[in-house]
């Protein structure tokens, strides 16, 4: 992901009587990414999804979306940005069809221009088949479906959407994520809240990691993996027929190399980069048989455990 940076908050901060719960924030998110805000419960994931939207004042520093100030322009913000919150509500006597309209109407959007842009998305968010069935007799999946159909109504730059699925079956988590995958084909950058790891970790390119209301860590999936774990290294781990001295010193003196072990057989070696075909040439020359080389690549979970080990 190297589009440009449509989102980002500088410093930013918040206080609740006197506590800091969003503390000296700094994201940046970019142009049709989906962008996680992960965290345990009480991060600061909502309140930071509330500045951004200019619905909630930051004690300071500042925050961009798409170019406007969401504290001092928010009216331009509200007309970019989708907005799914935590406990969607609708009118449980109205469809779900005129439920979308009421709020079509609510964004000024022309009554033709609604009816075709809500027969779509009703088909996007897979409840067409239900349109006109009153919300009351919704369950929680499609009336979160629904929750996402109204954040997308105005056809946004970007949709936060705070913890979209939660309260959901499998299967409803697993069709919401699958939806919400699809959103950047259609041109909208995603800010999405959650505190489930395995579901930020299936749709994100980047995330953040909160805690405390502090960014712990930020950056794309792939490289949060090597950072947060190996310090910017690449783990490769080398297998030979029999340990080889000599094999070791070579190596060692590869440009690159930062560190190498020996156990036995096995060479643990900590590089700049991806140096595996420097090293297996190294093996080749040394005249040891190479059994087998492996990268170490990081899962998230391994980051997410290292921050949330209370969890
Ligand atoms: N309106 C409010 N008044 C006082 N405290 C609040 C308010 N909203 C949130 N908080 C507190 O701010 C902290 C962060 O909350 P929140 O942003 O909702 O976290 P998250 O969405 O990550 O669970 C929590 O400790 C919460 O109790
Ligand atoms: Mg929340």
Not at 66 to 81: H, I, M
Not at 149 to 164: G, R
Not at 189 to 198: A, G, I, K, R
Not at 288 to 299: A, D, G, V, Y
Request: glycine residues 10%.
């Amino acid at each position: 992901m190297d589009g440009k940076i449509v989102i980002e908050t500088k410093e930013l901060t918040k206080n609740y009587d006197g506590v800091t719960v969003v503390d000296r924030l700094n994201l940046h998110i970019r142009e049709k990414e989906i962008f996680g805000l992960l965290g345990p419960n009480g991060a600061g994931k909502t309140t930071t999804i509330l500045m951004l939207l200019g619905l909630t004042e930051p004690a300071s520093g500042s925050a961009w979306v798409f170019g406007y100030s969401p504290t001092r322009e928010p009216l331009k913000v509200k007309r970019l940005a989708g907005y799914l919150p935590e406990n969607v509500g609708f009118y449980n006597n109205l469809t779900a069809r005129e439920n979308l309209m009421f709020i079509a109407e609510l964004n000024n959007i022309s009554r033709a221009e609604a009816n075709r842009r809500i027969g779509e998305l009703l088909e996007i968010v897979g409840i067409g088949e239900v349109a006109n069935l009153t919300v009351g007799k919704f369950s929680r999946g499609m009336k979160q479906r629904l929750g996402i159909a109204d954040a997308l109504i105005k056809n946004p730059k970007v949709a936060f959407l705070d913890e979209p699925t939660a309260g959901l079956d499998p299967e409803g988590i697993n069709q919401t994520l699958d939806l919400i995958a699809n959103l950047p084909q259609m041109g909208t950058t995603v800010v999405l809240s959650s505190h489930q790891l395995y579901q930020v970790q299936r749709v994100c390119h980047s995330i953040g990691i909160l805690s405390k209301g502090k960014t712990v860590i930020e950056g794309s999936l792939d490289q949060l993996g090597r950072e947060a774990l190996a310090g910017g290294n690449y783990r490769i781990e080398v297998e030979t027929a029999q340990p080889n001295p000599q094999l070791i010193d070579i190596v060692n003196k590869l440009p690159g190399v930062r560190k190498v072990e020996a156990e036995g057989n096995l060479l643990l070696i900590n590089a700049d980069s991806d140096l595996r075909a420097e090293i297996a040439k190294a093996v080749v020359q040394s005249n040891t048989p190479l059994i087998q080389m492996k990268i170490q690549e990081f899962s998230l979970d391994d980051i997410y455990m290292k921050y949330f080990k209370e969890d």
